[in-house]
């Protein structure tokens, strides 16, 4: 295959990827997006292949490499559960980092087969890329495990400081500049190893101080990290669909970042030094009154929404685990049957990865028009009989827009306790994933649904039907 014609091919699979970034930007377009981007994976890889030209030996190699990928993600994909998606996400991130390591290595020790020059006599160019995407994949490796760690409870949620971390991190940071600089110049195998291991502590330092209710944010982050090292790879490898792909993961997740930073009310600067979120005190002495809440049933729940002419729903990481987006839909449709105005209000950041609650409730058939982000709802809550808040925490604390002294501060929530009344279904009154208490549990308005989400649902659903 010529040169000119790989360039035109990697140019329709960059497009292919564009189309299928703008396809899942919206529920209605995510098949035909994801279809896209498979078809624009396709034709890189095959096109690579081609313009190799690998022997025998190395084909097979490939051929079985994709084979036991492949096997393994067709595996992953089927059996994992929607409430485990974002650690998914971020373990598949340490992989890319990963991958970035080992490609930069295989650089290293054979250019020629490259086309970056001989052992020895490297291309200054391609030492300053090969550092530098090497760098951020090792980051990205060690900061997308403990993100893993984190999210799936293997390690504690809350953030992990060091003493002096952030001279520890600025002291890294300037020795990595340095031993990026020196490989350059001295093509050094011993410094290039330098790189991934300062690289490495870097990336488990930066992470560890973050706690559990930022993670989505870090999640996030670590996409466009390990884009920006598959970029990085691409100009060692002269791969014009990997800058490609690397660029839009690297830029699309940054945007991301930076629209979850506003979700949350953290500084975008911050996120990427890897510094925020660590410093948060404890939740402020805030007035509680005597705790005490409003403990209702479902035959309670139902009677209220029944007889309301507007109900918001709110749905968040609670009915994920639940698995009660199918029951949920079934309560609305009554209540639409009654004559009741329902709608659906999603907090950027609700189950911890933007987007999460949308493609739950899309499993379940819920009508898109019927689905409204915090913006574009957030006015409606004082209008509304009833907000049904149904495991979402964090994001309906009122602490994070009226206490000043609290960690959440200033994250902006959905106004649910504007509402004549708050249904809250939730298995306890423990805290969320902030792991601070949420004043919504004891106003006036409120009551509590303590019960498994789904099964409070159905029960409301049977109510409904009396």
């Not at 995407?133 to 090792?138: E, L, S, T």
């Not at 870097?202 to 670590?222: C, F, H, K, T, W």
Request: proline share 3%.
């Amino acid at each position: 295959m010529s040169e000119s014609t790989a360039a035109f091919l990697y140019l329709v699979s960059g497009v292919l990827f564009i189309l299928a970034l703008r396809g899942l930007s919206h529920p209605t377009t995510s098949r035909q997006g994801n279809l896209m981007g498979m078809v624009g994976m396709a034709i890189a890889v095959l096109t690579t292949l081609f313009l190799a030209e690998p022997s025998f030996g190395g084909l097979l190699l490939i051929v079985v490499g994709i084979a036991i990928g492949g096997t393994a993600g067709a595996v992953i994909a089927r059996r994992i559960a929607m409430t485990a998606m974002p650690q998914l996400v971020a373990a598949f991130h340490s992989l890319v980092g990963l991958a970035a390591v080992m490609v930069a290595a295989a650089a290293l020790y054979a250019p020629e087969s490259m086309g970056i020059g001989t052992v020895g006599a490297i291309h200054g160019q391609a030492l300053v890329e090969m550092s530098i995407g090497v760098a951020i994949g090792a980051i990205t490796f060690t900061g997308s495990i403990i993100a893993f760690l984190k999210l799936d409870g293997r390690m504690s949620g809350k953030p992990i400081m060091l003493p002096s971390r952030h001279a520890i991190n600025i002291a890294l940071a300037v020795l990595l500049v340095v031993l990026v600089v020196w490989f350059a110049i001295s093509e050094s195998h011993l410094v290039f190893w330098l790189i991934v291991l300062v690289s490495l502590a870097l990336g488990v330092l930066l992470i560890v101080p973050i706690g559990g209710a930022d993670m989505p944010v870090v999640v996030s982050m670590l996409n466009s990290y390990s884009g920006w090292a598959a970029a990085g790879i691409g100009f060692t490898l002269q791969n014009l669909a990997l800058i490609i792909t690397g660029a839009l993961v690297g830029s699309s997740g940054a945007i991301l970042s930076y629209i979850m930073c506003k979700g949350m009310n953290r500084s975008f600067v911050s996120v990427i030094l890897g510094g925020f979120g660590g410093d948060s005190g404890p939740a402020g002495t805030q007035d509680l009154g005597d705790r005490t809440i409003k403990q209702g049933s479902a035959e309670d729940a139902a009677y209220l929404m029944a007889n309301a002419a507007k109900v918001i729903i709110v749905p968040g990481y609670g009915m994920a685990v639940a698995q009660a987006q199918h029951a949920l839909r079934e309560m609305a449709d009554k209540l639409k049957e009654a004559g009741v105005e329902v709608k659906y209000a999603i907090h950027p950041v609700a189950g911890r990865m933007p987007g999460h609650m949308n493609v739950l409730l899309a499993e379940a058939n819920v009508p898109y028009d019927d689905v409204f982000e915090l913006e574009d709802i957030n006015s409606e809550f004082s209008q509304a009989d009833v907000a049904f808040v149904i495991g979402a925490n964090d994001v309906t604390n009122p602490a994070a827009r009226d206490d000043k002294t609290s960690p959440i501060y200033g994250m902006p929530i959905l106004n649910v306790d504007q509402a004549q009344t708050c249904l809250f279904v939730k298995r306890s009154l423990g805290s969320g994933y902030a792991g601070i208490d949420n004043t919504l549990f004891y106003k006036d308005n409120t009551m509590m649904l303590l019960a498994d989400a789904k099964k409070m649902v159905e029960d409301i659903v049977k109510a409904l039907d009396r």
